[in-house]
């Protein structure tokens, strides 16, 4: 999902981006935990409040179709699917943004304590960013009494690498949805759409057992089609020569 920030936050989180940066590359805090550091110990941005928080969670503008999604994930015979928010950003901002769409109590994101008299943040309870995430995922797991291969993480960002590295090791099924080189040679299956049904196709393929008809004859039977459906295999590669060592025998150049 893509979002945006009130005024007085987005200015602030704008000109700090150099110093989210080096937080994140001086390892003092998880990566993707940048923003709740700041809001705690930054003079700027100390002056944010709950209220501000869940005004941005208002502003958030969020991918097609999240509750069609949802909706049809519990029509699948035989399979039952729990829809959770695992998210390094401010609980508050991820509730607001999805409210009427998935239940406060499974989003789980960065909780704050606040100070009873002057609302300001006093402390962070917990952050939900790097292995953060892996210990909520691993805590949902057992509350739900599910086989560690019963998961289906979907993430975007470098917070995402530790628990996908995660899932994967124990079969469970990992969904990238951005471009971004940490997660995409990290997952099984990235999706590019700005339509959000489009993270059930690996899921029709890869849980359900549906093959690319019966994925289209679904998507048919609800009014939709699968217009552009590229699959490729990205190699990514950096090559450099190196003097000191022959060419490919048989070659000259």
Known sequence: MSHGMSHGLSYLYATKTLQNMTLAKIRMIQQGGE????????????????????????????????????????????????????????????QSALDGIVPAENIHGTQFRYDPVNGEIQSVVRVPAGYGKVVVVEDLRVKMALGHDRIVYIGDGSSDVNVMLHVNRFDGLTIAVSENLFVTQIAKRTVLSDDVLGILVPILQDIVGWNSQEIRSFFNSGGFVLQDWGRVRTDWLTIRTNADTPRFAGTTS
């Not at 705690?40 to 501000?52: A, F, I, S, T």
């Not at 503008?61 to 959770?84: G, V």
């Open 35 to 94: 923003l709740p550091y700041l809001l705690l110990h930054d003079p700027e941005y100390r002056r944010v409040r709950k209220e501000h928080l869940n005004e941005v969670g208002k502003r958030i503008r969020l991918k097609k179709n999240i509750t069609l999604m949802l909706e049809l994930l519990q029509c699948l015979d035989d399979y039952h699917f729990s829809f959770c928010v695992v998210s390094a950003a401010p609980e508050e901002v991820v």
